[in-house]
């Protein structure tokens, strides 16, 4: 899944084998949900199961960079550069595999290649996945551990909202109406961010899954507190984290004109957004467990 | 009511206070409001009398520090900061009341107590209210004079709405579904902003509320320019403001998806989002005066 | 056009200007619109040619200055400021003409003029109208340029709407409600921003409309790949357009609470929010044949 290409605005394909996957799954599932895709929800994907209460949004999309003029290229998001990352696309001439290159002074951002490439042509990190017995190691397991999580959830869920969401590392802007449409039919206003976060002096890889009590905006108290009795409750292992900067889906949920309430559940990485981040297997474990529990008792 | 902590996301004990306060007092007040509250409002808190017009929005909110890891502290909304502020709050393992660190070099931000604090602790600045013939000073008179001024305006309130909300300093996150919920069961779509702002060379303390013509959002000047009319027709005291940053409860109602008129009017403080908020109690006076006038004219 | 003062949060001149225009000229249009206005739309308007499935969106709006306090200006949106730029306005004591003045050291903004301006006075740029037989050179061509390309398309306009927003220049606020009023009641979702864009290094003057592929937000891929390809089909002279900054009332459409699909369609212009701004001809005559083949496609 970390070889789809994804960029913010481009997930299609990434969409594509969410909806496939669903297709083929759905019938080992304990229960079948409903497919809410198509035109009307863009390149996002709502699957519906039971009589839901809480929804989970997972985003598809990953960060990247488009071509400019000449050689120049511009973020999609807030990637990591440094001169050598091996990048990879498709232009109107066929497939890419060119080097990123970063201007010792400047910073200024261009590709390294045989050819020049169309404007526009969206480039993302060629993926080189790793597996230990303890961990995971490739570009975008942000946010494909965090859509990985949302479909194992769906084996075993009865009643309750996924979500795979768009544009997330670039802005937002497909929260908001998804937020407004599952509000209004389903009446659910509670959510769990299906998303990776960073290792900090404070949150340790092989800890456990991080339950965010804040980031750049600070979820209802209330909300969070039922969900750290529940964690707490279960046994299953997680830390706290308390950051002052940095942001999810739940920021759309938050501005949104429903009264959502959310709470940021995800395992914690390391070397965020370059081409070889990383998570302990046993974080990724405890995160769909803890999703397990919630998602029956929130 | 400056003793009540409410950090932003943490706004329930006020949420109660006003809610107690409205139930004791409405039985004296012209009109029974309708009141909305509960769970599909947050912790946010709607009364609305006769047939309203207008809407008034107060925040509940404040500023404050969250605990992070070890000692340190991260900011809830934009508090001033200096060594040796007294902070107060609450954690498992009892009261605290500690005192702010803000290191020399770096201006991170810790705390200086016998004991580590619980992670997520929220803390406030300690009040110590102080009151002379012409003056109140106080921490968080930003906004609880708001909220008086709002409760005051409800003792002879006939047709209206009053708005209690939460996280405007940090972010925002209420009044975009208030707003909704206002426009689309009301048809309300003029607002006032009963908020505190600043002195500056332009507004003096004492010479009576000030009327903001814009702050870093402009509002829609055919609105301005009724208030004011109305303003000068009323004789009260009052100042024009003019300023090219600061915000408040209006910039959601500005973004939101309803045609709301807006316009900030609010009493000016000095030593803005510190322990020592200082108000002239003759701009008090005038900002209730204005909004008795306007809530019935405009 | 470019003559009538409206800069962001006090449309209403070009309002009824435009309202006036088309009140005179719809009887020669090839289908007569239906025309929504008034205190709903504040200083918006929204005309709807048959069974709309794409919607253009042009700002009314201008940049500007805001007199604060003794001979202080505040920036409405992002004018260029230069020392003896002239700005035009009115207050309670009559017509303004007057010299716009840049601190050297600072770059604090003031005004030179033989008496003091009231607080809150609008100014914007004098408007010297230039034409030559390939250029047209005045401020304020961004938007109206835009908005005369508008108006121009509902000439020949069969199926579609045309939008005409406000407060674009600085923060956004109308199209929020606007994008949902014309979802919900017609069920259009398709996108094209009627607006002016720069002159870069891969974007020149007389080489056609620019079509932008992105700026600060990112459309969705699907959406902009199919109007390179009408594009391309028509023969009509445009150019592609890749930033990584820069935005425009599709801000509003990205976050708003829809599925919108939109897409920057604008010429470009030089010494862009001065009062100098030029554009080339040919520019305007490939964005208005381009939106003419567009909203018949899309």
């Known amino acids: 899944m970390c070889q789809i290409p994804a960029p913010a605005g481009h997930e299609t394909q990434l969409t594509e084998f969410v909806l496939r996957y669903v297709q083929q799954h759905q019938a080992q599932w304990h229960t079948a949900p409903k497919i809410l895709a198509g035109s009307e929800f863009q390149d996002c994907i709502i699957l519906v199961f039971g009589r839901p209460r809480t929804a989970v949004f997972a985003h598809l999309d990953s960060i990247g960079f488009t071509v400019r003029y000449g050689r120049q290229l511009v973020r999609i998001g807030g990637p990591v550069a440094e001169t050598g990352y091996r990048l990879v696309g498709e232009d109107s001439q066929g497939a890419i595999d060119c080097l990123l290159v970063v201007d010792d002074h400047t910073g200024a951002l261009s590709y390294d290649y045989h050819r020049d490439l169309d404007r526009g042509t969206e480039l993302t990190f060629y993926c080189d996945f790793r597996e230990t017995e303890t961990t995971v190691q490739s570009c975008y397991l942000d946010n494909r551990l965090g859509v990985w999580n949302?479909?194992?959830?769906?084996?075993?869920?009865?009643?309750?909202?996924?979500?795979?969401?768009?544009?997330?590392?670039h802005g937002g802007g497909s929260v908001a109406y998804l937020a407004?449409?599952?509000?209004?039919?389903?009446?659910v206003r509670q959510a769990l961010i299906s998303d990776?976060?960073?290792?900090?002096?404070?949150?340790?890889p092989g800890q456990g899954?991080?339950?965010?009590?804040?980031?750049?905006?600070?979820?209802?108290?209330?909300?969070?507190d039922r969900i750290r009795r529940i964690a707490a409750a279960s046994g299953i292992p997680?830390?706290?984290?308390?950051?002052?900067?940095?942001?999810?889906?739940?920021?759309?949920?938050?501005?949104?004109?429903?009264?959502?309430?959310?709470?940021?559940i995800g395992a914690p990485e390391?070397?965020?957004?370059?081409?070889?981040?990383?998570?302990d297997k046993r974080d990724v474990e405890s995160m769909l467990a803890l999703y397990q529990v919630l998602i029956k008792e929130l």
Request: hydrophobic share 35%; proline share 3%.
């Open 270 to 279: 390391d070397n965020v957004h370059s081409p070889d981040e990383i998570v």
């Open 238 to 264: 997680h830390q706290l984290e308390v950051e002052g900067s940095g942001g999810s889906d739940a920021k759309e949920l938050q501005h949104g004109a429903q009264p959502w309430d959310w709470c940021f």
């Open 196 to 204: 990776i976060t960073w290792v900090t002096e404070g949150v340790q």
């Open 180 to 187: 407004k449409y599952i509000y209004e039919t389903y009446g």
């Open 150 to 169: 949302a479909l194992r959830l769906c084996e075993t869920l009865e009643h309750g909202i996924v979500v795979f969401s768009c544009w997330e590392e």
């Open 209 to 224: 899954v991080a339950i965010s009590l804040r980031d750049s905006l600070i979820p209802r108290r209330a909300y969070v």
